[in-house]
């Protein structure tokens, strides 16, 4: 029996965060700049990721990026995304339903939750509007 060393693989990382988007692979794909099948390979884990795959995502989450790296922490300085709106909606929703992201960052929940208050609010009012 082999030891799982981390509670999700890479892959499983990066499957959750394109589901979270609401993304079909194919789009997220090409957002990240890695070929679809590669994308579904690494995903199902019959592919491990390499560097440059981990150089594209991460170039496009920076925020998430030792999290997809390695199960790391949020990172606690706030950075520009370079992704659309949704994107980032996407990732506050991660960390909302899921705040032990920010256990080892250095930063509180509060502090957190200070900095993207603006989107929080954004979520609370889809959540509220069953049409939305």
């Known amino acids: 029996m082999t ?3 981390f509670l999700f693989t890479a892959g499983e990382r990066l499957r959750g965060l ?3 988007m609401g993304l079909s692979r194919p789009a997220f794909a090409e957002i990240v700049g890695i070929k679809p ?13 390499h560097d440059e795959d981990f150089e594209k995502v991460c170039s ?26 949704s994107a980032q909606k996407a990732a506050v929703y991660l960390v909302k339903c899921n705040p032990e ?19 929080l609010d954004e979520l609370n009012d889809d959540s509220a509007d069953p049409a939305g």
């Open 3 to 5: 030891k799982k060393r």
């Open 18 to 20: 394109r589901e979270l």
């Open 37 to 49: 099948k590669r994308l579904e390979n690494i995903e199902n884990g019959w592919q491990k990721m």
């Open 60 to 85: 496009m989450f920076e925020e998430f990026s030792r999290w997809i790296a390695y199960e790391g922490p949020v990172d606690r300085q706030p950075l520009e995304l370079k992704v659309a709106d």
């Open 101 to 119: 992201l920010l256990k080892s960052s250095g930063i509180s929940l509060e502090d957190w939750k200070s900095r993207h208050q603006a989107v």
